[in-house]
């Protein structure tokens, strides 16, 4: 191969190179089961156990959300998110009282990048369940996307799906981005 076309050849990977690689990262956020524990228009609030009574162990999770195919922030977007307590019970389901600051749902708007974070504490399992939160996110103009998050790899779950609660700050910290899909 002569020296002009392996230079040739190798400008033109650096150019493409960069494409193909955020055209990897941008891909759909998976579907994942609803549950039988969604329940609409969910407290407007970033702290979703502000009395501490669902566990000790504090929670933040961060995240974006975008849109495919090309990864743009969403703003606005509507994220849903629910979950068990550290005992894997859910509010607002069964004869047990709820405690009000302590509903472990929330509905929160991303702002102009698209960003969105909540303070909560770590969901407990249950029987047949990984500690795990449910996600409901959608924006104008994008499908809207049930997944669920889960903490730590399980057999059956996509490793997007997945992240690691790492501490910080005096409380474990997650990221979770969502990618949705043109409607």
């Not at 190798?10 to 990897?24: K, R, T």
């Not at 891909?27 to 979703?48: C, H, I, M």
């Not at 004869?95 to 102009?112: E, F, I, Q, V």
């Not at 990984?130 to 903490?151: D, E, I, N, W």
């Amino acid at each position: 191969m002569d020296v002009n076309r392996r230079r040739f050849l190798i400008a033109s990977a650096i150019i493409v190179l960069p494409d193909a690689l955020h055209a990897q990262q941008c891909k759909v956020t998976p579907r994942d089961a609803l549950g039988p524990f969604y329940k609409a228009n969910a407290p407007s609030q970033a702290e979703l156990c502000a009395s501490g009574s669902g566990g000790k162990e504090r929670l933040v999770v961060n995240g974006r959300v975008l849109g495919a195919p090309d990864c743009a922030p969403l703003a606005g977007a509507l994220v849903e998110v629910w979950q068990a307590d550290a005992r894997g019970d859910y509010s607002q389901v069964g004869a047990k009282p709820d405690d009000a600051g302590c509903l472990l749902r929330a509905s929160l708007r991303t702002d102009a990048d698209g960003r969105y974070s909540f303070r909560t504490v770590a969901p407990g399992e249950y029987p047949g369940r990984p500690r795990h939160m449910h996600y409901r996110v959608s924006a104008k103009g994008y499908a809207t996307l049930v997944t669920q998050l889960y903490f730590g790899r399980e057999r059956g779950v996509p490793p997007e799906l997945t992240v690691t609660a790492a501490p910080k700050d005096g409380a474990l910290a997650a990221t979770f981005d969502v990618t949705l899909a043109k409607a």
